[in-house]
């Protein structure tokens, strides 16, 4: 198959599997809410420690994530909290949708497929979790949690700035090159590439 029939192929098996993953199907926000919830509680909240974590739903789909300084709270309950505010839906949903679907209208045969979604999935786990993780931990300099100085502060928020806008695109689409294709599926494209090119200029072989 020439490389453009393959590009043609995957753009329109991409927009399908993509498009259907953008569907508004019932009940899937409050899955997506209620694991985002769970899972992050499980992983960074601890029964001791200066630091507690309450996982709360909050509005529509989103999540509240409420950060406490044990040290700091009164006997009767009151002391400075923090609130982080997510989008719980597109925080879980949109980036694995997007790589799903990459991954499923890849030019690659099924066994490779279902064996990237396994990788890219736990891949892809781990990436929102450290981009979880670190905007807790940001958050928690604001209840001295966590002391900076401003230029590492200000350092901090960029980097959480930066994680954030990878979620949806960047890092979907990274981690999809990397679990599904091998160093000869690009090795073939490029010289089919060339290929095509050259009987495109006349130089190739009939």
């Keep these: 198959m020439l490389p453009h029939k393959t590009i043609a192929v995957f753009s329109v098996s991409f927009l399908l599997f993509f498009g259907l993953s953008l569907v508004p199907w019932p009940g899937l926000p409050a899955v997506c809410g209620g694991y985002f919830r769970a899972v992050g509680s499980l992983v960074f909240d601890s029964k001791t420690g200066p630091r507690s974590l309450e996982f709360e739903p909050h509005e529509a789909h989103d999540t509240r994530i409420v950060i406490i300084n044990r040290e700091l709270m009164q006997p009767d309950g009151s002391g400075p909290v923090r609130n982080l505010d997510l989008d719980s839906f597109g925080f879980t949903w949109r980036p694995v949708s997007l790589l799903f679907a990459l991954i499923l209208a890849s030019p ?3 066994p490779r497929r279902a064996r990237a979604l396994v990788a ?5 786990q781990g990436f929102l979790l450290l981009v979880l993780g670190f905007s807790i931990w940001n958050q928690s300099t604001e209840i001295a949690l966590v002391t900076l ?3 590492w502060k200000q350092t901090a928020e960029n ?3 930066i ?4 979620l949806n695109i960047a890092s979907p689409f990274l981690i999809w090159l990397v ?7 690009f090795e073939d494209f490029f010289a089919g590439t060339s290929a095509a090119k050259g009987r495109i200029l006349g130089t190739g072989k009939k």
């Design 108 to 110: 690659v045969s099924w």
């Design 120 to 124: 890219g999935g736990v891949c892809l």
């Design 149 to 151: 100085s401003p230029f």
């Design 159 to 161: 980097i959480s700035h």
């Design 163 to 166: 994680l954030v806008g990878q």
């Design 179 to 185: 679990v599904t294709f091998r160093r000869e599926d």
